[in-house]
């Protein structure tokens, strides 16, 4: 059974660049097969997908987001990571990394709260 | 974008109800369509892909069904563990919406 776990800051100041790394285990990302995304819930709120990664290195965004994501994978590591350039309040939330199989996502991280205050 | 609709965005049933949640999507999206629950404090679980394929280990009081662009999951017999939040999201084409979510409570 894979298991996912983010780490990373909790607390960004404004401006700055929010930095997150999802680490697998029970499952190797260079197998193929899986999307590997980056999902977003503001307190409170409902769920925001930010995007996915291919273990290729192939990543889709979404538009919304686009100008100030990047998404990143090192197999090496069996990790996949998130940059979210330009953080202002508004991104303040707890921040998932989760696994996509065919689309559908079975397999999530427990989340990590991400506060955006200087 | 893809834009989800969800209906309604509460709905308060007793233990033994049958209960039915649409979402509707702004263009067509074939089966893509996914289903999860969310209850407070835990990432969301999902119960229902491809629209109407049903996650193992999900029970079976759990379906989904529809296509193009309406789609409804019904649980069949509410239990009290069913009590949460359930969201829709659509996977088509390399682009992930999700619904705004539907509140299930206590009656």
């Known amino acids: 059974q894979v298991q996912l776990q983010e780490s990373g800051p909790g607390l960004v100041k404004p401006s700055q660049t929010l930095s997150l790394t999802c680490t697998v285990s029970?499952?190797?990302?260079?197998?193929?097969?899986?999307?590997w995304s980056w999902i977003r819930q503001h307190p409170g709120k409902g769920l925001e997908w930010i995007g996915y990664?291919?273990?290729?290195?192939?990543?889709y965004y979404n538009p919304s987001l686009k100008s100030r994501v990047t998404i990143s994978v090192d197999t090496s590591k069996n990790q996949f990571s998130l940059k979210l350039s330009s953080v202002t309040a508004a991104d303040t939330a707890v921040y998932y990394c989760?696994?996509?199989?065919?689309?559908?996502?079975?397999?999530w991280g427990q989340g990590t709260l991400v506060t955006v205050s200087s | 974008d893809i834009q989800m609709t969800q209906s309604p965005s509460t709905l308060s049933a007793s233990v033994g109800d049958r209960v039915t949640i649409t979402c509707r999507a702004s263009?067509?999206?074939?089966?893509?369509l996914a289903w999860y629950q969310q209850k407070p404090g835990k990432a969301p679980k999902l119960l229902i892909y491809?629209?109407?394929s049903l996650e193992s280990g999900v029970p079976s009081r759990f379906s989904g069904s529809g296509s193009g662009t309406e789609f409804t999951l019904t649980i069949s017999s509410l239990q009290p563990d069913d009590f949460a939040t359930y969201y829709c999201?659509?996977?088509?084409?390399?682009?992930?919406?999700f619904g705004p979510g539907t509140k299930v409570d206590i009656k």
């Open positions: 029970g499952g190797s990302i260079s197998s193929g097969g899986y999307y």
């Open positions: 263009q067509s999206i074939s089966s893509w």
């Open positions: 999201q659509q996977y088509n084409s390399y682009s992930v919406t």
């Open positions: 491809d629209a109407s």
């Open positions: 990664i291919y273990y290729s290195g192939s990543t």
């Open positions: 989760a696994r996509d199989q065919m689309g559908a996502t079975p397999d």
